[in-house]
Each structure stands twice: as structure tokens, then as C-alpha cells.
């Protein structure tokens, strides 16, 4: 089946633009996470949804960084007044189920990233 | 101290040979650990999952998990050029399962 997808690929962005990145899980999949991660670096966690509410938005570097998932599948990414240090790779990940109960989590499927570059 | 270490290597290993790949972590808490492979320009891709101490085999890969000492390890036998990649490792938080911490990765070079 599909993978999960994501758009666009690639943004440029002058500084103090806003940008919104757009995550399509897979079909059913009720958590959805979002991820930054620089070159060289490993993703770092920004928000997780459990279905359309935001649980943990702990990750989230500063309030021009705002996330959505209205509507349960699809997300949202949004920062506003973009800056140079924002530019990364932005990385969308689902998993089928809720975060169980004694730590055990599914395994996320991450999509293929938004690059994005702030000029 | 970040969350969770690796070394960045380069590891770099003959083809036919086995690589292996070490990750601690620092959340004594930690239920759930996973390794994905991320190719250069590529979005990172789950090799193995592990939630409970000791080996977990999945063809030519083994997981290997050691709770008391907040160790995770990954071993894959007959290395190809084809796993030449960046090996992250990446585990969840007690106090929020939810949250993930991934380490910064380890190069693998496998050469033929």
C-alpha cells in the first residue's frame, strides 16, 4: 500500500517568510509524528498526534513552530517568520496504533522529508 | 549527556565481513529501541525493532538489546556494499513513550 507521503519536497524560502509542509500518513495509522533533522545529525522529535489531538508538542523549538492534524490523517507543519537555523529536513512519521501502555510503541514509517532552505 | 550515543565512525568493513554497530542510551526507563537505515538524501527506514533483553535475528541482521546496561547493539552478517548507509538507532522515552530520541547515526562502508 502507500507509503506515507509528503510536500513539496524541496521549499526555498527567504528569511521571514512562513512556510507550511504537509504530511499524508499512511491510511489508518492513528499517531503521527514530525521530525527536524539537520545534516549529520538524527531526527529530533517536534510534536506527536494521537489521532487529531497534539499530545506532546515538547519538541517544537519556538511558537513560530505550529502543527495541525484537524481532521485525524492529514498534517500540517507551520512556521511562521522562517529562519536560517530552521533550515533542515523536515521528516513526517506514522505509526498504526496509540502509544500502549508500559512504554511499547509501534514502529514509525517515516516518509520521504521536505528540505527546506531559508535564504 | 544527549539521550542516546553512537559513535559516527566511519565503521568501514570488507564485503563478507560482520559489521557492528553500538548505541547506548540514558533513560534506564526505555521500553522500546529501534535501528533504521538512512542512505544519503533518503528518509530513514526501519531494519529492526527490539523490546525485550537479548538477540533478536531477522535474516542477516541481529538486535541486540541489554537493558541493565542501557546497551543496544546491531550486527549485520555477510555485509553487502548494498548496507553501506548511515545506521541510526533510536529509543523512546520512560516519562513520555511517545517522545523519541534518535542517536546521530554511524557510517557504515562496506567495501567490495
Known amino acids: 500500500g502507500a507509503g506515507v507521503s509528503q510536500s513539496p519536497r524541496y521549499k526555498v524560502a527567504k528569511r521571514g517568510q512562513d512556510v507550511a509542509l504537509r504530511c499524508d500518513p499512511i491510511?489508518?495509522?492513528?499517531?503521527l509524528f514530525w521530525y527536524q533533522q539537520a545534516l549529520g545529525q538524527g531526527p529530533e522529535f517536534l510534536t506527536y498526534?494521537?489521532?487529531?489531538?497534539?499530545?506532546?508538542k515538547s519538541g517544537l523549538p519556538s511558537d513560530r513552530f505550529f502543527a495541525e492534524r484537524p481532521e485525524g490523517s492529514v498534517s500540517t507543519l507551520k512556521i511562521q517568520r522562517t529562519q536560517q537555523e530552521d533550515s533542515a529536513v523536515y521528516l513526517c512519521?506514522?505509526?498504526?496504533?496509540?502509544?500502549?501502555?508500559?512504554?511499547?510503541?509501534?514502529?514509525?514509517?517515516f516518509g520521504p522529508g521536505t528540505r527546506l532552505t531559508v535564504l | 549527556q544527549k539521550e542516546v550515543e553512537q559513535n559516527s565512525g566511519p565503521l568501514s568493513v570488507p564485503e563478507g565481513a560482520i559489521a557492528s554497530l553500538n548505541c547506548t542510551y540514558s533513560?534506564?526507563?526505555?521500553?522500546?529501541f529501534f535501528w533504521y537505515r538512512q542512505y544519503s538524501g533518503k528518509s530513514p527506514e526501519l531494519i529492526m525493532s527490539?523490546?525485550?533483553?537479548g538477540d533478536k535475528e531477522d535474516g542477516r541482521f541481529t538486535a541486540q538489546l541489554n537493558k541493565a546496561s542501557q546497551y543496544v547493539s546491531l550486527l549485520i552478517r555477510d555485509s553487502q556494499p548494498s548496507d553501506s548507509a548511515t545506521y541510526l538507532c533510536?529509543?523512546?522515552?520512560?516519562?513520555?513513550?511517545?517522545?523519541?530520541?534518535f542517536g546521530s547515526g554511524t557510517k557504515l562502508n562496506v567495501k567490495p
Open positions: 512519521a506514522s505509526s498504526l496504533g496509540p502509544i500502549l501502555s508500559g512504554g511499547v510503541v509501534d514502529t514509525q514509517y
Open positions: 491510511s489508518g495509522h492513528v499517531s
Open positions: 498526534f494521537q489521532n487529531e489531538a497534539q499530545l506532546d
Open positions: 533513560d534506564r526507563g526505555s521500553q522500546s
Open positions: 527490539i523490546y525485550s533483553n
Open positions: 533510536a529509543v523512546n522515552g520512560r516519562n513520555n513513550f511517545n517522545k523519541f530520541y
